[in-house]
Every structure is written in structure tokens, then in C-alpha cells.
């Protein structure tokens, strides 16, 4: 397992102009190929959802199609969609229990995004909802096609560039979600499929415990 500390300075010692780093971790190569191929071929089974979101009034299909699975309590609003927690299929909760021996990182939830080719993204955002437990990482873990993922800097607007590849894991510390955004751009000439789970630390019952649905 090749573990790449990515941009683990706070700030580059570069005089005048300095280069600012998020803390974020790729660990390339975190699943082998059985591991990957086993994982695909669950979420091929996932009940995706492509809801509409709002914007600027106007309804529109999120780029790419969605799931989310959890613990008892752990839902989920995403651009004011209310999204009750399924419970977790069996390889991405096995995936869950590895992150958990390998990291100490105890996810209560995950969000599987399906791209189905390059026409498929995602747009600039963080992932900042108020119910993600304060000072928790998210850590992503790419299946199927590789795609290029952006960040860039609130405030400075500087960008970079990360290729992530079918099994790679990129984990994004505390606090890079207050100071970064990330995007998965448009890639016209992707054609296969691209599946990506994103584990995260919600606060239980953050929604009530009864919530209207
Ligand atoms: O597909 C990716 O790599 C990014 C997904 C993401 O940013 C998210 O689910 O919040
Ligand atoms: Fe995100």
C-alpha cells in the first residue's frame, strides 16, 4: 500500500508568494483488483436516486445519481433534500469496518455517487452540512473509471489538480472542508461508469428522532 501525504504543510516555506496546502492523504492502490471488483458489482445493485435540486428557482437533476447508507439515526439533507439512511449493504459496510482497523476512522455513514460516463460531475461545494460531526475527516474511495478532482482554495482561488484512480483512497482531514471546495469536473471523453463512496461522521438523530419523510 503506497500512502502519499498530499499537501500535509499548513503553508509551503516559499518567500513572497506563499503556496497554500489542505491536509488531505491518497493512498493509491488502498483496494486490490478483487476487492474492487467485488465492491462494483454490489453498487451495481444500489438504489440510485437522481434527484432535482433548485437553482435560482428552477428545477434541475443532480449530474450523476445518488445513494446514501446508515446507522440507525444518520440521515442525511443534502440541498435541502431530506434523505433517510438505508441500511449498509454488505461490502460497503466490510469497507467501512477496513477504514475503521486501517485509520481508526469510524464512519456512521456513506454516500455513493454514481457517474455513469464523463458527462456526469459533480460542481463546486464542501462538505460542510451541519450535521457532520465537528473536526471529523471525510475519506473518499474511487471504483471504475479515473477522473480528475479539483480543490480550491476559498479565499486565494488556488487550484489543484488530483488524478483519482479505481481503488485509490484520498482522505480529506480537518479542517480542509472550512478552508476548500472540491469538484469532479466534466471529462467529455470518460465513457465507463465511475462509482465513488465517501464515508463520513454524522451526528446521530441530528434531524429529530422522528423525522417527517
Ligand atoms: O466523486 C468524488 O470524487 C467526489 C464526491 C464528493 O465530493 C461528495 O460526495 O461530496
Ligand atoms: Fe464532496
Not at 476512522?105 to 457532520?132: C, K, Q, T
Request: proline share 7%.
Amino acid at each position: 500500500m503506497k500512502q502519499q501525504v498530499l499537501f500535509n504543510d499548513r503553508e509551503a516555506d516559499v518567500a513572497h508568494s506563499p503556496i497554500i496546502y489542505p491536509s488531505m492523504t491518497l493512498v493509491e492502490n488502498y483496494l486490490n483488483l478483487k476487492q474492487i471488483e467485488t465492491l462494483i458489482l454490489e453498487a451495481q445493485h444500489y438504489s440510485f436516486d437522481k434527484p432535482n435540486i433548485t437553482v435560482y428557482g428552477k428545477q434541475y437533476p443532480i449530474p450523476r445519481q445518488q445513494v446514501w447508507f446508515g446507522d440507525e439515526g444518520c440521515d442525511y439533507v443534502f440541498s435541502s433534500l431530506y434523505i433517510k439512511a438505508l441500511p449498509w449493504p454488505l461490502y460497503a459496510n466490510k469497507l467501512r469496518d477496513k477504514l475503521q482497523r486501517d485509520f481508526g476512522f469510524n464512519a456512521n455513514g456513506v454516500l455513493v455517487n454514481r457517474y455513469n460516463d464523463g458527462v456526469d460531475s459533480m460542481g463546486w461545494h464542501s462538505d460542510d452540512e451541519p450535521e457532520i460531526q465537528p473536526r471529523s475527516d471525510i475519506v473518499s474511495v474511487s471504483l471504475g473509471a479515473s477522473r480528475d478532482f479539483f480543490i480550491r482554495h476559498k479565499k486565494t482561488q488556488q487550484q489543484h489538480k488530483i488524478m483519482l484512480n479505481s481503488g485509490d483512497m484520498l482522505i480529506m482531514n480537518w479542517p480542509m472542508q472550512d478552508e476548500w471546495e472540491h469538484s469532479l469536473p466534466k471529462r467529455k471523453r470518460v465513457e465507463a461508469p465511475r462509482y465513488n463512496f465517501t464515508f463520513r461522521c454524522v451526528l446521530p438523530y441530528f434531524h429529530g428522532k422522528h423525522p417527517r419523510v
